[in-house]
Nanobody, 126 residues
Framework: QLQVAESGGALVQPGGSLRLSCAAS????????IGWFRQVPGKGREGVGC????????LYTNSVKGRFTISKDNAKDVFYLQMNNLEADDTAIYYC???????????????????WGQGTQVTVSS
């Protein structure tokens, strides 16, 4: 059974760093792209970035470019979202999701992702 599960959410001060993990199981991670999304209660879901199944191509939304980095550990089938220079506006529940269309190229389009994790809370506050 295909599953993805996030972990690593925490309370962090503005300007700090945090790394989220997304563990993939039940499928060949090379065949799926992984996307990171976030949502603030009462607001719509926002795409953060994505990485293709090969781990060779990433895309980011403009608000996180230069601060966030998505990577993949092929040996462990784990994907990471490294977040640096965090801002209060980054506070949200973060989700990872798997897309069967993202083997070679990924897109930050949530309807292309058909398996979602439960989410992990990131709070940026002093």
């Amino acid at each position: 059974q295909l599953q993805v599960a996030e972990s690593g959410g925490a309370l962090v001060q503005p300007g700090g760093s945090l790394r989220l993990s997304c563990a993939a199981s039940g499928f060949s991670s090379d065949s799926y792209g992984i996307g990171w999304f976030r949502q603030v209660p009462g607001k719509g879901r926002e795409g953060v970035g994505c990485i293709n199944g090969r781990g060779s191509n990433q895309l980011y939304t403009n608000s996180v470019k230069g601060r966030f980095t998505i990577s993949k550990d092929n040996a462990k089938d784990v994907f990471y979202l490294q977040m640096n220079n965090l801002e209060a506006d980054d506070t949200a529940i973060y989700y990872c999701a798997a897309s069967p269309f993202g083997s070679k190229w990924c897109r930050i389009v949530d309807h292309e992702y058909d398996h979602w994790g439960q989410g992990t809370q990131v709070t940026v506050s002093s």
